[in-house]
């Protein structure tokens, strides 16, 4: 019994996974709701790797780079891992999952409910840029998607069974969730910081969803 009782005191003031993220979030005043250890995590993680991006040089043509770089009129800030997550998190106040085709959901008052799909079919570059347009909607009025045009020639490639013409799916200003979207994934491609096939195909497909609104090109 002499012994038992300090392994148990032990075991009750040593940490464990649980608390210390649930400790992580409430350290960023994020409330969270129904998400497993394992999905916490997950998002946990992801947030935490972009924190981690450390900066390199521009590996492309400069003259490329400076036509399409849009990172710091959008976020405010040249590009930097670590305050991007503080822009992320500022963002956030609570992370619920919830079944859909999205990946994720932010309605503009910075719930987020994240779907199964990021968990179980999505790896870094997905996760994160989905984290960072999410974000973008807790902002202003939202920035609220409008229906692709219906000559959309596009596909969803994450979710092939959706017809974009039919779906909240484009945007149709250059500030919205796919413009800050997109930003992100240019740099990342742009300073070779991931593979930049992916993260630059990512990028074409994020831009092919900033349409033409009422006859005007959006730049």
């Not at 590009?79 to 999952?97: C, H, N, Q, T, Y």
């Not at 079919?121 to 960072?132: D, V």
């Not at 020639?153 to 799916?169: H, Q």
């Not at 994934?185 to 969803?209: K, T, W």
Request: hydrophobic share 40%; net charge neutral; proline share 4%.
């Amino acid at each position: 019994m002499k012994l038992l009782l300090p392994l148990l005191m032990l075991a009750l003031l040593s940490p464990c996974s649980s608390f210390g993220e649930e400790a992580y979030w409430k350290e960023h005043g994020i409330d969270i709701a129904g998400l497993s250890t394992e999905q916490l995590a997950a998002v946990e993680e992801t947030v935490n790797a972009i924190g981690a991006l450390k900066v390199k040089d521009v590996a492309i043509p400069k003259g490329i780079y400076y036509r399409l770089s849009s990172f710091r009129r959008l976020y405010g800030f040249d590009f930097d891992g670590e305050k991007l997550k503080g822009w992320l998190l500022g963002r956030v106040k609570s992370i619920a999952p919830q079944n859909g085709w999205t990946i994720a959901v932010n309605n503009n008052q910075g719930h987020f409910y994240i779907g199964d799909r990021f968990f179980t079919k999505s790896g870094f570059l997905e996760r994160a840029y989905c984290l960072i347009h999410e974000a973008r909607h807790s902002d202003g009025d939202g920035y609220p998607h409008i229906r692709c045009p219906g000559n959309c020639k596009y596909v969803s490639a994450g979710s092939p069974d959706i017809d974009l013409t039919e779906v909240p799916a484009c945007d149709g200003g250059k500030d919205g969730a796919y413009a800050f979207q997109a930003a992100f994934l240019f740099e990342l491609y742009a300073r070779n910081m991931v593979d930049p096939e992916a993260a630059g195909l990512i990028y074409n497909s994020s831009m092919s969803r900033i349409i033409r609104l009422e006859g005007k090109t959006v730049k």
